[in-house]
């Protein structure tokens, strides 16, 4: 099996090994089954022989991350040629991905955003960055290039896991950018887990773009305007929710009028009362949303 290669050879007769082994492989299976079955639903039996490689290795890309294997990078680069090959369609590709990275996001542990003892210019710092990914994505998204939105997914987490795993020879940069007491790209890849849901699950432009600016650019700004007003790190507020509302609004009514404005206030409840990661919640709600209003 694959998988038995994320483990580590002093670990492997201790129970927590054994523990974390069955864990891995449970993540592996259900991120695959539940992938490819979603796949399957959606096209049938088109081009199975690659969907399945495709499943197999995007179900193994988060799990070899967060284990600091050097066989993530065995894993990335497979990955990138099946996607890349021109054979496959990348929307397959990006519905395939994004259900096994949002399945190994849930069950991945490691991957937790922690919320206490946050820091208010952490943060701050953070969302400012999130906000420059953001513009730079929707400038893209303009010209319909999916494919460069995919690449630069994936760069992201070619980059974060890097500085990871090199994180010594970069801990001033890693302290800029990420929390204490989690792995390095965690709210990247949470990040990046949304973004890829979004552009696998939704064809319309406009519905894209509108979701693509809430998830990276109104809820950085409900952060930054939560910690300014209200200063409390880790904590949501009214004024972040309105300042979320407010700011997905703009796009919002251009696209949609009054529809616009429900949309909005429904993007703005997830991100407020949101049980999961915000960044993968407001996706999730934003697909089905494009599935009940536009198909």
Do not use: C
Request: hydrophobic share 60%; aromatic share 16%.
């Amino acid at each position: 099996m694959l998988s038995r290669y994320l483990l580590t050879k002093k670990t492997r007769s201790s129970p927590f090994f054994n523990n974390m082994k069955t864990n891995n492989s449970l993540t592996f299976i259900f991120s695959f089954l539940f992938s490819y079955l979603v796949y399957f639903l959606l096209h049938n039996f088109y081009l199975y022989y690659y969907a399945i490689p495709i499943a197999v290795l995007s179900s193994l890309l988060l799990l070899a991350y967060t284990l600091r294997k050097h066989y993530f990078y065995i894993v990335f680069a497979i990955l990138l040629i099946f996607v890349f090959s021109g054979v496959f369609p990348i929307k397959f590709s990006l519905e395939i991905i994004s259900v096994s990275m949002l399945i190994q996001s849930l069950f991945i542990k490691k991957l937790a955003i922690k919320t206490v003892n946050l820091s208010s210019k952490l943060e701050i710092r953070r969302d400012l960055v999130q906000i420059v990914i953001g513009a730079i994505f929707l400038s893209i998204l303009v010209f319909s290039y999916k494919w460069i939105l995919l690449a630069l997914v994936f760069l992201g987490i070619l980059a974060a896991h890097i500085i990871y795993v090199y994180g010594r020879k970069m801990k001033k940069l890693v302290n800029l950018l990420e929390r204490d007491g989690v792995i390095f790209g965690s709210g990247a890849i949470s990040m990046a887990v949304g973004a890829v849901l979004l552009l696998g699950f939704i064809n319309r432009f406009d519905f894209l773009f509108f979701s693509l600016f809430s998830l990276l650019i109104s809820d950085p700004i409900a952060t930054v305007a939560g910690l300014k007003i209200q200063k409390k790190p880790g904590r949501k507020s009214i004024s972040g929710s309105m300042a979320f509302f407010v700011s997905s609004l703009v796009p919002g009514v251009v696209f949609f009028g009054l529809f616009g404005v429900i949309f909005a206030l429904i993007l703005s409840l997830a991100e407020r009362f949101s049980p999961i990661d915000d960044n993968i919640f407001i996706a999730v709600i934003a697909v089905l949303l494009s599935l009940v209003f536009f198909i």
